[in-house]
């Protein structure tokens, strides 16, 4: 391994409380507006309880958000949990219990769902994905094909699926790509440049070819990205690579290839479809 820094090696997106109030006040801006017609219906003193369940199968993600939700909407309603976040869930069971004026509790649903449903279907993707490579030590990495504005939900999601954070945005760590290398005049030209301006962060280099892994092997990267490598190539890679960085691979992988890309011997597998492709859990609340 070089002198430099090395890139995240499990889980860490963690939600603030203040990123958590910020969601949340957009959602509602979004979803209420001046106020809620509807709901002014229904007189100001009905009280009722709501109970949410899943109608499928997944994993349990965005409590926060929804505790947020509805206190942002009445502070007076009370939220009770019988799942947590990363549990894993069956078909009709109980998540959670919202109860106080119906009007905060409609008023608040439909947002607090959104949120719930999104991050629950994107951590329970990437259940399925980590299950299928659990015996092997690779590790399943996210990437920022996420939605705009939710990236932070969304990789905290990924980490309760049992999957792991990449770098948050462009700003934390260098991916040095193809456009990179070229403006940059070639990949030993790209890392050292990295190295002098942020001697403390990751330097990763995505190469398209064993002849540039093994040039930027050779300029120290810390990690390397297998750009569409096939199992063959990534195996000779492993085998070239002998420990002096970490490997990373990328493309074309789903639930059908990635049992045999983790069975080559790579360290980590980036995958965009764990945040990009993902159907919201089907949710459903019933007022009582």
Same mark, same amino acid.
């Given at each position: ?41 229904i007189g100001a003193d009905t009280q009722a309880t709501a ?28 939220? =009770? ?70 990236? &932070? ?7 309760q699926g049992g999957c792991h954070n990449h770098r948050i ?9 193809? =456009? ?36 930027? &092997? ?9 750009? =569409? ?44 479809a764990l945040t990009k492709s993902v159907t919201p859990l089907?949710?459903?609340?019933? &007022?009582?």
């Open positions: 391994m070089s002198a430099g820094a090395v890139l995240n090696r499990g889980n860490f997106v963690t939600l603030d409380p203040h990123y958590i109030k910020q969601l949340v006040q957009v959602a509602l801006d979004e979803d209420v507006g001046s106020g809620d017609v509807t709901a002014g219906l109970t949410v369940i899943t109608r499928e199968p997944g994993v349990l993600c965005g409590s926060a958000l929804v505790d947020a939700t509805f206190a942002a909407v009445d502070p007076t309603l009370t939220v =009770n949990w019988f799942k947590a976040d990363g549990d894993s869930l069956a078909a009709d069971d109980r998540l959670f219990s919202v109860s106080g004026p119906a009007r905060g509790i409609l008023t608040g649903e439909r947002t607090a769902l959104n949120f719930l449903q999104l991050l629950s279907g994107t951590a329970t993707r990437c259940r399925a994905y980590a299950d299928l490579v659990a015996d092997t030590p690779v590790r399943l990495l996210d990437t920022r094909k996420t939605l705009p504005g939710l990236r &932070l939900a969304q990789k905290y999601a990924v980490t945005g462009l700003f934390d760590a260098f991916l040095i790509k193809e =456009n990179h290398i070229a403006a940059c005049g070639g990949i030993p030209q790209a890392v050292a440049e990295a190295r002098r301006q942020a001697p403390g962060k990751p330097v990763e280099v995505e190469v398209e070819s064993l002849g540039e892994l093994e040039i930027a &092997l050779e300029a120290q990267a810390d990690r390397i990205m297998l750009d =569409n490598f096939s199992l063959d190539a990534m195996r000779e890679a492993v085998a070239m690579n002998a420990g002096r960085a970490e490997l990373e691979a990328s493309g074309n992988v789903n639930e059908t290839t990635l049992p045999a890309i983790a069975a080559t011997g790579v360290d980590f597998i980036s995958i965009g089907d949710l459903s609340l019933r &007022l009582s």
